[in-house]
């Protein structure tokens, strides 16, 4: 078992930020319709590049990751999606994050080497169907690093079948890149071609290393496709960053690289980008994103066997 996280200085400013997103949040009412508040019926998912185990970083993993325990568990999402999230990482965030099951595997070999894109779920709200992690690359089972990318890159893939609703989800978490332009768009070709499991409402979730208007994200949105961005389809977004990627200072750096693309065919009611800054620093060098993904009672109804 993992030692708990080191609570160290900045949990209040952290829990205080939080406290303010909530609130706003709780304020702010979706479109008539929505399902948003029923007790089981929201979704909410998050995305979050955690920034990997750097000993040089200021702030550290060790100083990090109680405010990011603290802020992960306040927002209590069904899906979280981690990008650059080393094994030893994982299993530490295992160990904080009760109720929690999780997948994914190393870039490097297929195991316990190297970031991995790990999904975590709530386990008593989801049946774990299929999970597999596929690599950015002509040989997508294979450990391997392929086109113009720096860095073996992958997306994980799970199925899960919803307890309460019946509604099947089909999610892909993603680390694109950061290099290389023609591996990034690769990559969404590659995830876009991955045939949705029958039946499934897809969710694809991650950092894309991309802005709007380049190629990902315009592969990803294409009107015909089955997606959208869920900050742009959700009926209320608290957004205090246009971007997401800030480099360990409060403020955002450029345009957002950091999505959640829902299927068309659910309903976003919410979207935050929670800024919250710890005392001893920003929790990680980017910004998590958070979307409440509601079913409509025709979408529950056809989910039923």
Known sequence: MSPAPPRGPGMSQARSLSLILAAVLASLLPVTGSQAGEPGRALWVMSYNIRYDNPDDRPDWRTRRGPMVEQIRFFAPDILGLQEALPAMVDQLAGDLAGYAHYGVGRDDGARLGETTTIFYRAERFQRVLARTYWCSPTPDTPSKAYDAALPRTFTRLVLKDRITGVTFDVRNAHLDHVGAESRAKCAAQIL???????????TLGDFNSAPEEAPYRLLTAPE?????????????FSPSTGT????????IGPPIDYIFVDRRLNVARFAVPTDVADAGVISDHFPVLAEITLSPKTRAKAKP
Do not use: H, M, Q
């Open 245 to 252: 990627f800030n480099r360990f200072t409060p403020a955002s």
């Open 193 to 203: 071609a991955l045939a949705p499991w029958p039946k499934a409402r897809l969710i």
């Open 225 to 237: 496709g089955p997606y959208r961005d869920a900050r742009a389809a959700a009926s209320s977004v």
